[in-house]
């Protein structure tokens, strides 16, 4: 696991070995144990590079790496799973390797097939290859959306990096907020790919591979697509079969990303994801697995570190747990510097605590990531398929009676949740699920300050699936929704809350549910193997069944939150209104001020619960507070490598 970076010269200025060198020192927590950097012989392109040691621990695994003649230079970021497979194949076609690594596999690979060698990669990889005999930078990402990779245009260069803030440190490069991204941030929480937070700034999409030629010609294309079939075209399996298919799957997925020269150990929500994760490495593993969970101090809704011990007391695990206090919130500056801006999912908070405590145990983390958008494990999948069968007129007569009664101080409580169902069921499907999810969404307009929202683009509250719906035409509603989450919350949220965490305290962490021979698998089984009434991840669960404690099995979804609601009306209740309710606080250019104090006043009666909207106005205030110094290329704080 890695940090790469680098430019491509159009406008005959050479590449700079140090402004290459700067922007690949932004990127130090994610690669403390060594650096490499590489400028071509006409000076058109750089490339940096910062390494985690996880295979092959010798210098000999260093990037950039050439092949024998320089001619290909490889800059990765990752893990290549299936590098031993393709190594023997290299091998026996003549190629000469010289280290162990995974990323000298690409370089011959590439040899031998050109950028279409990408399709033939499994694993999780953002990966940069120049080409000087052709003059040729081809960019790609992995399928899923695990590693990232951001691009920077304009007219005299193009760079890229494994996180925004390496384009910080380049004096060519010039750094803008894009107004029209902030409505976006607000509907979702983040701001969905391939935009980003800056002007002229992109995220290559998962499962994408980029060329781009020395004149500047780009083009990009997807080598992989995730298909669900159509409702008319589902294949019928029996369901010992399906099970036997899954986890004969999701045990190869897990030993496959057993590989690493340095300790390993799994993180442990006490879910079915991650119980399953840990009960197949126990039995793959000689020792104990090191497994590690974190709970939360203040409200008894949001802690699963009881269930947590349930797992570790059965598979013997060699466990550590970690609690989380109102103080978690001063992390809110740091979170936002390693996200390159505002992010909405406040899980980040515990997810960087327990990446941070983990890392002084392990360097590799196997994480459940991916479970519940593969098996359909969330509640708003079985609240969508139940919408779609209830008449309209029942929906709006109980969201009328709904309505009058108080609204649960706990966004969980189970009457919080069946008023925002039935508050959208007059909306079709996917406005339905999109306002589900929404930190704001019917209240955006009041949100945006009327001449702000004069100044931006039509604002398109399906922006986040627009491209997809063709795709979504003809499958069943479950479907739908699985392949709406696939491509928007799970790599635009979920794996960027579990990349920027982890590597923000340089510890890797790898998804066996993400694997794609499992993910293709499992998307063409029936829906009622996923979900069955309000039974989730139907088909995992009878997979796993002697691995499942009882306990596990019985026990609902809960999520990995964190209970803000209780935090901002107690020990963070002073924080919260210096910020938001500061008379020179920055977002009152772009948003309502007495929208946002209605906000804070109401969340501080107990009338209503607005802990994620709060959290969601906390970190871009901050953001826009830290900009200014960020662009101005002054160092910033070192992460040291312990």
């Given at each position: ?25 932004q ?38 790496m ?41 370089v ?55 996180e ?40 290559l ?20 697509q ?14 010992r ?11 190869r ?78 992390l809110v ?7 390159d ?98 930190l704001?969404?019917?209240d ?28 979504m ?15 928007s919350?799970l790599?635009d ?18 998804s066996?549910?993400?694997?794609r ?67 020179d ?12 104090e ?12 607005y ?32």
């Open positions: 696991m890695c940090g790469i970076c680098g430019e491509l010269r159009f406008d005959g200025v050479q590449a700079d070995r140090g402004e290459v060198i700067g922007m690949r020192d990127l130090l927590h994610r690669g403390p144990d060594s650096d490499g950097v590489y400028v071509s012989p006409r000076g058109r392109v750089g490339l940096g590079f910062r390494r985690l040691r996880i295979i092959d621990l010798t210098p000999n695994a260093g990037q950039p050439a092949n024998e003649d320089g001619s290909v230079q490889v800059v990765f970021n990752g893990e290549i799973y299936n590098y031993l497979e393709l190594r023997r194949e290299l091998v026996a076609r003549g190629h000469r390797f010289r280290s162990r690594s995974d990323t000298e596999t690409i011959h690979l590439y040899e031998e097939k050109g950028a279409d060698c990408i399709a033939d990669l499994e694993g999780m990889f953002a990966i940069a290859i120049w080409d000087e005999r052709t003059q040729r930078l081809t960019l790609a990402r992995d399928r899923a959306g695990k590693k990232p990779l951001f691009v920077y245009r304009s007219d005299r260069l193009l760079a890229f990096a494994s925004m803030k390496s384009f910080f440190a380049h004096p060519d490069i010039v750094i803008e907020p894009d107004s029209d991204a902030v409505p976006y941030y607000f509907i979702y929480g983040y701001v969905p790919a391939p935009a980003t937070f800056y002007k002229r700034v992109t995220e999409e998962p499962a994408s591979l980029m060329t781009v030629e020395a004149d500047g010609r780009t083009s990009t294309r997807r080598y992989w995730l298909r669900y079939p159509p409702e008319d075209d589902v294949r019928a399996i029996d369901r079969e399906a099970a036997a298919g899954v986890r004969e799957r999701v045990e997925a897990v030993e496959r990303r057993l590989m690493s020269d340095v300790p390993l150990g799994a993180f442990l929500s006490g879910g079915v994801d991650s119980t399953i994760v840990v009960g197949v490495m126990s039995r793959l593993m000689r020792e104990p697995v090191k497994t590690f969970s974190i709970g939360f101090e203040g409200d008894p809704n949001y802690d699963e570190t009881s269930y947590a011990r349930v797992v570790a007391e059965r598979f013997k695990t060699d466990h550590t747990e970690f609690r989380v206090s109102p103080s978690a919130i001063d500056e740091k979170l936002v510097w390693h996200h801006g505002p992010f909405g999912d406040s899980s980040a908070v515990p997810t960087y605590i327990v990446s941070k405590l983990t890392r002084e145990k392990v360097t590799v983390v196997l994480t459940g990531d991916g479970g519940d958008e593969l098996f359909a494990g969330y509640l708003r999948f079985y609240a969508a398929v139940l919408s779609e069968r209830i008449p309209t007129a029942v929906g709006r007569a109980a969201h009328a009676l709904l309505s009058q009664v108080p609204v649960p101080g706990n966004d969980r409580h189970w009457l919080a949740r069946v008023q925002r169902f039935f508050r959208s069921m007059s909306l079709p499907l996917y406005d339905r699920m999109t306002r589900w999810n929404a704001f969404f019917e955006l307009d009041a949100l945006l300050r009327p001449d702000f929202t004069r100044s931006l683009a039509p604002i398109d509250r399906l922006r986040y699936i627009s491209c997809e719906m063709p795709l035409d003809g499958r069943s509603t479950l479907s739908k929704v699985l392949h709406a989450n696939f491509k919350y790599p949220d979920l794996l960027v809350k579990a990349d920027r965490c982890t590597m923000a305290n340089s510890l890797e962490a790898r066996p549910f993400l694997d021979e499992l993910v293709e698998y499992v998307a063409g089984l029936p829906d009622h193997l996923k979900l069955h009434g309000r039974r989730t991840k139907v088909i995992l669960r009878d997979a796993f069944a002697d691995l499942l404690p009882p306990a596990i099995q019985r026990r609902g979804k809960m999520g990995f939150g964190v209970p803000l609601g209780t935090w901002f009306r107690g020990d963070l209740r002073d924080y919260m209104r210096d910020l938001l309710l500061a008379p606080a920055r977002y009152r250019h772009m948003l309502s001020a007495p929208f946002v209605s906000l804070v006043s109401r969340h501080l009666s107990g009338e209503v619960n802990g994620h909207q709060l959290w969601s106005l906390l970190c871009f205030e901050q953001w826009l507070r830290l900009l200014p110094a960020w662009t101005r290329r002054v160092p910033q704080p070192a992460v040291h490598a312990r």
